[in-house]
């Protein structure tokens, strides 16, 4: 028979155990209502991540891996900023690489607000690094900070979206790594895994999770907005429409 000892320690683990599911079910309920006026049914978005899923192997996208080289060609890169240093706007977005919202704001609005303001100079990007989904979070960061050390953490990261797996089923692998860094043109594949190893690549995740917490921020994408060396503030939407972001943007640019 346990001793009261045991007994009491036994109830302790299972009390932490339960609390540390309902933190998780909780961060993750408060991405999803970042969805707002999306309108996606709940069978919807299991098709889609199932869908995803089936493509988050070893083998990128070739033809989605090669829009995102294409729409990010000619652009500069240094670090994780993207886009003309005196750029007059910047937005920085709060990211998990694992997020599948990060991944439909990737495909339905950043290249429109690329496009039309990233590539003429008027708007730069920054990218903070989120990694509180899981482990393949946590390996997914600090490969896109091993990009940035490349000056292309933004191809690099438009790639691994494209071919994005279902959250926690441990596909991001070395070799799934391998295959976005191959997808990735220019890119050097030994480097980008030596740098992603590195304590600098963790400081990375860190500061970016400071960063959040700091805005007391909830969920993943968020975004701030603001004058280039001024002030920034949080770019408030409601559904993953261009219009969202390009309002708040040309405010600023009439400025």
Same mark, same amino acid.
């Not at 008027?122 to 960061?141: C, H, N, W, Y």
């Given at each position: 028979?346990?001793?009261?000892?045991?007994?009491?320690?036994?109830?302790?683990?299972?009390?932490?155990?339960?609390?540390?599911?309902?933190?998780?079910?909780?961060?993750?309920?408060?991405?999803?209502?970042?969805?707002?006026?999306?309108?996606?049914?709940?069978?919807?978005?299991?098709?889609?991540?199932?869908?995803?899923?089936?493509?988050?192997?070893?083998?990128?996208?070739?033809?989605?891996?090669?829009?995102?080289?294409?729409?990010?060609?000619?652009?500069?890169?240094?670090?994780?900023?993207?886009?003309?240093?005196?750029?007059?706007?910047?937005?920085?977005?709060?990211?998990?690489?694992?997020?599948?919202?990060?991944?439909?704001?990737?495909?339905?609005?950043?290249?429109?607000?690329? =496009?039309?303001?990233?590539? +003429?100079?008027?708007?730069?990007?920054?990218?903070?690094?989120?990694?509180?989904?899981?482990?393949?979070?946590?390996?997914?960061?600090?490969?896109?900070?091993?990009?940035?050390?490349?000056?292309?953490?933004? +191809?690099?990261?438009?790639?691994?979206?494209?071919? =994005?797996?279902?959250?926690?089923?441990?596909?991001? +692998?070395?070799?799934?790594?391998?295959?976005?860094?191959?997808?990735?043109?220019?890119?050097?594949?030994?480097?980008?895994?030596?740098?992603?190893?590195?304590?600098?690549?963790?400081?990375?995740?860190?500061?970016?999770?400071?960063?959040?917490?700091?805005?007391?921020?909830?969920?993943?994408?968020?975004?701030?907005?603001?004058?280039?060396?001024?002030?920034?503030?949080?770019?408030?939407?409601?559904?993953?429409?261009?219009?969202?972001?390009?309002?708040?943007?040309?405010?600023?640019?009439?400025?």
């Amino acid at each position: 028979m346990a001793s009261r000892e045991e007994r009491k320690r036994a109830a302790r683990e299972a009390r932490i155990e339960t609390e540390r599911r309902d933190a998780a079910a909780a961060q993750r309920r408060r991405r999803l209502t970042q969805l707002g006026g999306i309108v996606l049914g709940a069978a919807a978005i299991v098709a889609i991540l199932i869908a995803v899923s089936s493509g988050g192997g070893s083998k990128p996208q070739t033809s989605s891996a090669q829009s995102a080289s294409t729409l990010l060609t000619g652009i500069p890169q240094k670090g994780l900023t993207l886009g003309n240093a005196k750029a007059p706007v910047t937005i920085v977005e709060f990211n998990d690489m694992q997020c599948p919202i990060c991944r439909d704001y990737q495909s339905a609005v950043f290249p429109e607000l690329v =496009q039309r303001y990233v590539r +003429t100079g008027k708007v730069r990007m920054e990218m903070r690094l989120q990694s509180f989904i899981g482990p393949d979070s946590v390996t997914a960061g600090r490969a896109v900070a091993g990009a940035a050390k490349q000056n292309l953490a933004w +191809t690099f990261a438009e790639a691994f979206y494209a071919n =994005q797996g279902q959250e926690n089923s441990g596909y991001v +692998t070395p070799d799934f790594v391998k295959s976005i860094a191959t997808a990735t043109p220019g890119l050097n594949h030994s480097k980008l895994v030596t740098d992603a190893s590195s304590p600098a690549a963790a400081q990375t995740l860190t500061e970016g999770k400071s960063a959040f917490a700091a805005r007391s921020l909830t969920g993943t994408p968020s975004f701030l907005i603001g004058r280039t060396g001024g002030q920034l503030s949080v770019l408030n939407w409601s559904a993953l429409k261009a219009s969202q972001f390009t309002g708040p943007i040309n405010s600023l640019l009439a400025e």
